[in-house]
């Protein structure tokens, strides 16, 4: 399972990646992505073993080291 961490996901890029992965048929399995922001409006839904959203602040140093131990991040965009 390869785990994406997108810091300040709920801006323009986050939001369209995210939407083309849940959409598109063919897209490989075995991704999930974890995806931050400060807020989040009530359109975006944690979809289990694919996207998961969680609202934090990502310059907390703490916060940010829980969740790169809780879902074993491999890669990060911001």
């Given at each position: 399972?390869?785990?994406?961490?997108?810091?300040?996901?709920?801006?323009?890029?986050?939001?369209?990646?995210?939407?083309?992965?849940?959409?598109?048929?063919?897209?490989?399995?075995?991704?999930?992505?974890?995806?931050?922001?400060?807020?989040?409006?009530?359109?975006?839904?944690?979809?289990?073993?694919?996207?998961?959203?969680?609202?934090?602040?990502?310059?907390?140093?703490?916060t940010?080291?829980?969740l790169?131990?809780?879902y074993?991040?491999?890669?990060?965009?911001?």
């Amino acid at each position: 399972m390869r785990n994406i961490l997108f810091l300040g996901g709920n801006g323009f890029l986050g939001k369209n990646v995210t939407a083309y992965y849940q959409n598109t048929p063919g897209m490989p399995e075995g991704i999930h992505f974890i995806v931050t922001g400060r807020s989040f409006d009530g359109t975006l839904r944690n979809i289990p073993g694919k996207i998961t959203y969680c609202a934090l602040d990502f310059s907390n140093k703490e916060t940010l080291s829980m969740l790169f131990e809780k879902y074993a991040i491999s890669e990060v965009f911001h």
